[in-house]
T-cell receptor, first 116, second 115 residues
Framework: AQKVTQAQTEISVVEKEDVTLDCVYETRDTTYYLFWYKQPPSGELVFLIRRNSFDEQNEISGRYSWNFQKSTSSFNFTITASQVVDSAVYFC?????????????FGKGTTLSVSS | DAGVTQSPTHLIKTRGQQVTLRCSPK?????VSWYQQALGQGPQFIFQ???????QRGNFPDRFSGHQFPNYSSELNVNALLLGDSALYLC??????????????FGPGTRLTVT
């Protein structure tokens, strides 16, 4: 069965600190897709990144970076030099290529609070 | 370029009533998915519509039904409302592609409160 676990419920940091959000997934499919979404207080989910299971190359986008390791079934997200605007709930999600559609299975989310 | 829109923004209903939520996908998208997000939880997949057919369904009872129109917009209907149906209902749109799972773009959601 597919499952996404985000063990960190809440994280609090001070501005300019680096922070890593953990994500562990379970799937039987060999082809799958992993996502990170951000949900600010307004409620709308904002897409951050998509990785497919065949591409383990780490990715960096500005202050954001993602570390995908198939050996440990993890897809961790690091924010460098955090800012107050990064405060939000972050969700990791999984979609399996073998299913009929493209349903996303979400973790329970990690609430990040960045204080100035 | 209009993003995903949902209506209404907020809704208050009584137990046992029926509700219809609406979603218009992002321009150019042909697939609509619905998710339920209870307070403090991650979104849970309800179902997905493509070419006016339900393509995939999550673990939700038959009280939850949907429809997709020729213009790709969609409705989510919930019958016999329960207190536990209170949640944020999110609509997401995407572009169907047989061999890839494209990112889904989410709307602002409809906050449903059942009293």
């Amino acid at each position: 069965a597919q499952k996404v676990t985000q063990a960190q419920t809440e994280i609090s940091v001070v501005e300019k600190e680096d922070v890593t959000l953990d994500c562990v997934y379970e799937t039987r499919d060999t082809t799958y897709y992993l996502f990170w979404y951000k949900q600010p207080p307004s409620g709308e989910l904002v897409f951050l990144i998509r990785r497919n299971s065949f591409d383990e190359q780490n990715e960096i986008s500005g202050r954001y970076s993602w570390n995908f390791q198939k050996s440990t079934s993890s897809f961790n997200f690091t924010i460098t030099a955090s800012q107050v605007v990064d405060s939000a709930v972050y969700f990791c999600a999984l979609s399996e290529a073998g299913q009929a559609g493209t349903a996303l299975i979400f973790g329970k989310g990690t609430t990040l609070s960045v204080s100035s | 370029d209009a993003g995903v829109t949902q209506s209404p923004t907020h809704l208050i209903k009584t137990r046992g009533q029926q509700v219809t939520l609406r979603c218009s996908p992002k321009s150019g998208h042909d697939t609509v998915s619905w998710y339920q997000q209870a307070l403090g939880q991650g979104p849970q997949f309800i179902f997905q519509y493509y070419e006016e057919e339900e393509r995939q369904r999550g673990n939700f009872p038959d009280r939850f039904s949907g429809h997709q129109f020729p213009n790709y917009s969609s409705e989510l209907n919930v019958n016999a409302l329960l207190l536990g149906d209170s949640a944020l209902y999110l609509c997401a749109s995407s572009l169907a592609y047989r061999d890839n799972s494209y990112e889904q773009y989410f709307g602002p959601g409809t906050r449903l409160t059942v009293t």
